[in-house]
T-cell receptor, first 111, second 111 residues
Framework: DAGVIQSPRHEVTEMGQEVTLRCKPI?????LFWYRQTMMRGLELLIY????????DSGMPEDRFSAKMPNASFSTLKIQPSEPRDSAVYFC?????????FGPGTRLTVL | GDSVTQMEGPVTLSEEAFLTINCTYT??????LFWYVQYPGEGLQLLLK?????DKGSNKGFEATYRKETTSFHLEKGSVQVSDSAVYFC??????????FGKGTKLSVKP
């Protein structure tokens, strides 16, 4: 099993640019979660999906953030336009049941 | 609302010392309880879990017992190693299939 796959692993961009983070969950899992981790705020849940449907997006910081899950094997988190305060490590996790399996994360730096 | 409270870090110990990281939770009913570990540069991974009162989860020498009377799930290890240096997160199952995480406790073990 390949585990949760995230791409890219590192992203450096300039303020105002669009950023798209990608996630492939573990096959057979029916829930997918996007988290953000920073030194200041710790681990924050942004949004999660169940059977490809967004269940709770109350953690999405603002309208610049959007997430989609077009099918059971793929999800994206988009930031448009990006700002320096969006710099963080973004994790995707998937589950079937309560135990979540995390990907390696995408380290985003917005200059 | 649902929440998890962990002891503040960082925690610094010498090798072979005894470790306790306190965790208490607030939730409706009796949720499943988890400890996750995050090694430097990696995503979170499940360390151990307990699904009902008085259950003891254990893995890699770490243990935690589900105490419903005190709503606690403290993590313990009898003899820590340098390789145990990581951030430890306590979590409980939420009402919508998600996990409620604590803020994490950073552990540093010195040789």
């Amino acid at each position: 099993d390949a585990g949760v796959i995230q791409s890219p692993r590192h992203e450096v961009t300039e303020m105002g640019q669009e950023v798209t983070l990608r996630c492939k969950p573990i096959s057979g899992h029916n829930s997918l979660f996007w988290y953000r981790q920073t030194m200041m705020r710790g681990l924050e849940l942004l949004i999660y999906f169940n059977n490809n449907v967004p269940i709770d997006d109350s953690g999405m910081p603002e309208d610049r953030f959007s997430a989609k899950m077009p099918n059971a094997s793929f999800s994206t988190l988009k930031i448009q336009p990006s700002e320096p305060r969006d710099s963080a490590v973004y994790f995707c996790a998937s589950s079937f049941g309560l135990e979540q399996f995390f990907g390696p994360g995408t380290r985003l730096t917005v200059l | 609302g649902d929440s998890v409270t962990q002891m503040e870090g960082p925690v610094t110990l010498s090798e072979e010392a005894f470790l306790t990281i306190n965790c208490t939770y607030t939730a409706t009913g009796y949720p499943s309880l988890f400890w996750y570990v995050q090694y430097p540069g990696e995503g979170l991974q499940l360390l151990l879990k307990a699904t009902k009162a008085d259950d003891k989860g254990s893995n890699k020498g770490f243990e935690a017992t589900y105490r419903k009377e005190t709503t606690s799930f403290h993590l313990e290890k009898g003899s820590v190693q340098v390789s145990d240096s990581a951030v430890y997160f306590c979590a409980h199952g939420g009402s919508q299939g998600n996990l409620i995480f604590g803020k994490g406790t950073k552990l540093s073990v010195k040789p």
